[in-house]
């Protein structure tokens, strides 16, 4: 019964700003870390932005790094990442990601998808 629930994802022109949302809902143990990764046609899936839940501690990819941020709302169980200075080469499917009684991340949203265009 433990789902994420994503939005914000849409079209934005290179340089603009989107910020994706994610929501674990139907929660019966507390995640350890929540993460954004993407995966761009033809290309393997990346890790973009992880937080943990008890200190929020983050770390980035160093494509993202100085353009996006990921925070969290421990009361709404909610993850965010803000994108600005958006690029072509972020477009991609972002799937947001946690990790429930597990060292991996086990648990995945749907996806939303970005584009960036030029």
């Known amino acids: 019964q433990v789902q994420l629930v994503e939005s914000g994802g849409g079209l934005v022109q290179a340089g603009g700003s989107l910020r994706l949302s994610c929501t674990a809902s139907g929660r019966t143990f507390s995640s350890y870390a929540m993460g954004w990764f993407r995966q761009a046609p033809g290309k393997e899936r990346e890790f973009v932005a992880t937080i943990t839940w008890i200190r929020g501690t983050t770390s980035y990819a160093d494509s993202v790094k100085g353009r996006f941020t990921i925070s969290r709302d421990n009361v709404k169980n909610t993850v965010y990442l803000q994108m600005n200075s958006l690029k072509p080469e972020d477009t991609a499917v972002y799937y947001c990601?946690?990790?429930?009684?597990?060292?991996?991340?086990?648990?995945w949203g749907q996806g939303t998808q970005v584009t960036v265009s030029s």
């Open positions: 990601a946690a990790k429930v009684r597990s060292s991996a991340y086990n648990l």
